[in-house]
């Protein structure tokens, strides 16, 4: 399965800003999707995880109350809705897909796009 990110940008603090995840192939439907980031220096960190029906969703402290995952099988993408943006959000924003269980585990997901940039900075 082959993931492509879209949708990051500069945005000031405060801002909001729409990732999608767009997928090829016919197993997205059946995979738990989950978003992580990557800043500069820092090791890759969960964001959100929504499972294959999208009947489960979970957040990194971090961001709840702020982003919103969601997904649409029937077009085969995803989303972060990012509310509230904070300087600290600032990182490579990656999302991820695996056929195994719903976690926040980055090991666990097997399929990996290639990122989107996101900048909160005024």
């Known amino acids: 399965e082959q993931l492509v990110e879209s949708g990051g940008g500069l945005v000031q603090p405060g801002g909001s800003l729409r990732l999608s995840c767009a997928a090829s192939?016919?197993?997205?439907?059946?995979?738990?999707m989950g978003w992580f980031r990557q800043a500069p220096g820092k090791e890759r960190e969960f964001v959100a995880a929504?499972?294959?029906?999208?009947?489960?969703?979970f957040y990194a402290d971090s961001v709840k109350g702020r982003f919103t995952i969601s997904r649409d099988n029937a077009k085969n993408t995803g989303n972060l809705q990012m509310n509230s943006l904070k300087p600290e959000d600032t990182a490579v924003y990656y999302c991820?897909?695996?056929?195994?269980?719903?976690?926040?585990?980055?090991?666990?997901?097997?399929?990996w796009g290639q990122g989107t940039q996101v900048t909160v900075s005024s």
């Open positions: 991820a897909t695996t056929p195994r269980r719903f976690t926040r585990v980055a090991g666990e997901y097997d399929y």
């Open positions: 929504i499972s294959w029906s999208g009947g489960l969703t």
């Open positions: 192939g016919r197993t997205f439907s059946s995979y738990n």
